[in-house]
């Protein structure tokens, strides 16, 4: 589970169970670890861990474009399982990652970034972050829907600047290492 939300913003969130729990900065749309039911192993910051055979690494961003002065430090999660490499870039408000980070990150299979804007990058800065990144699939996040009382851009922005006139809205995605894309990166919109 990352990012379990308040129900503070409009939206009711589902009862969770996880094993793992990553929260990328500690904001009430972002850290409502009540809603997880169990015993959850915690990550809420930079560092390497291991637990119960996957492996997550934690890079150290910023919540906004000045250092982190406006809204504070935010977590890049990488997470290693199942042959494949996914990163959650929180609620990232830099327009550009550092060299170092990138390195950190080396080859993304599954990029989440957030793509609305406001609190975080707007859809052309997640597009050069996707370029700089090369993963084979992305899904935005963080952007505007029904009942959300944030206000954030919606997802059109973010399709028209990668050029997609009609997405194709997936319930969940579930995938093997031998099905991701090979040639260009694929974006998919997973129904909220």
């Not at 904001?27 to 930079?46: A, T």
């Not at 919540?63 to 999660?77: C, F, L, M, P």
């Not at 597009?127 to 993963?135: F, L, R």
């Amino acid at each position: 589970m990352i990012d379990p939300f308040s129900p503070e913003i409009g939206l009711r969130c589902p009862s969770l169970s996880a094993e793992i729990l990553l929260l990328t900065h500690d904001h009430y749309d972002h850290n409502n670890k009540g809603v997880v039911s169990g015993q959850p192993f915690l990550i809420d910051g930079p560092g390497e861990y291991e637990v119960k055979g996957i492996f997550i690494q934690g890079i150290s961003s910023f919540h906004d474009s000045v250092q982190g002065k406006e809204r504070g430090k935010n977590t890049i999660y990488l997470i290693e399982a199942e042959e494949m490499r996914i990163c959650h870039l929180g609620d990232l408000g830099q327009k550009e990652l550092e060299s170092w980070q990138l390195e950190k990150l080396g080859d993304v299979d599954i990029l989440l970034i957030p793509v609305g804007g406001v609190y975080t990058i707007n859809s052309k800065e997640a597009v050069k972050i996707i370029n700089q990144i090369e993963p084979k699939i992305v899904i935005p996040i963080h952007y505007s829907i029904p009942k959300l009382k944030i206000k954030l851009e919606g997802l059109d922005k973010f399709l028209k600047a990668m050029g997609i006139k009609k997405p194709e809205i997936q319930n969940k995605l579930l995938i093997k290492k031998k099905d991701l894309p090979t040639e260009e990166t694929k974006v998919v919109i997973l129904k909220p």
